[in-house]
Every structure is written in C-alpha cells, then in structure tokens.
C-alpha cells in the first residue's frame, strides 16, 4: 500500500453526520503529519484539518466545531467525525499523508471519498 485509502463517504441529509476513515500508508507512527481535504469542480483544494506528530490537531476555521479529525494508532487509521452537515459540504474529501524520508517530505494521497449532503 503506497497511498492512503478513505472510506465513509455517503449521501446525508442537511444536519446529519459522517465519518471518514483514512487508512495509512504504514504505521501512523512514521507519518510527520496526516490531513484531510475536500474538492469540489472547479475549485482548488480546501484544507481541512491535520494531526502533526508530536505537536497535535488543526482544525480549519470553516469547519471548526463542526468537523474533528482524531486517529486511532493501534489501526494506523486517522478519521474526520463530521457533525452539522451543510449541503455546502458536497464535495470529494481526500486523505494526505506526509512522510518524511532520505532528507525530505513525500506526501501520499488518496483516491478521495464522495460526500453529498441533501437540503
């Protein structure tokens, strides 16, 4: 496995709640960081939040309060607990990990996971 692989996306109504899953490419424990993003047609990719080793989380001030990336080590898995969902929040989310190895950052991302929120 050489890249993350998201799992959880679904079709919700407006309200509703989501979890992604992100399942790395290795042990979490050699990842520098671990994020999710989402993209919709025609617009760059949006950050969303991140856990960086030994430093903690980030949250997006879009979603903060909202949205909750935490991971489980023992399953190598990073999830985003998403809560109040907005048909704003349409769009295909992505994992990315970062690893850092022969003096640099190489960063892995997923297939992307499709989210759709209905009004």
């Known amino acids: 496995q050489v890249q993350p692989v998201e799992s959880g996306g679904g079709l919700v109504q407006a309200g509703g709640s989501l979890k992604l899953a992100c399942a790395a490419p290795g042990s979490i424990d050699s990842m520098n960081s671990m994020g999710w993003y989402r993209q919709t047609p025609g617009h760059p990719r949006e950050w969303l939040a991140e856990?960086?080793?030994?430093?903690?989380?980030n949250h997006a001030d879009s979603v903060k309060g909202r949205f909750t990336i935490s991971a489980d080590n023992a399953k190598n898995t990073v999830y985003l607990q998403m809560n109040s969902l907005k048909p704003e929040d349409t769009a295909v989310y992505y994992c990315?990990?970062?690893?850092?190895?022969?003096?640099?950052?190489?960063?892995?991302w997923g297939q992307g996971t499709q989210v759709t929120v209905s009004s």
């Open positions: 856990i960086i080793k030994r430093v903690g989380t």
């Open positions: 990315k990990a970062v690893q850092f190895s022969a003096g640099n950052n190489h960063a892995y």
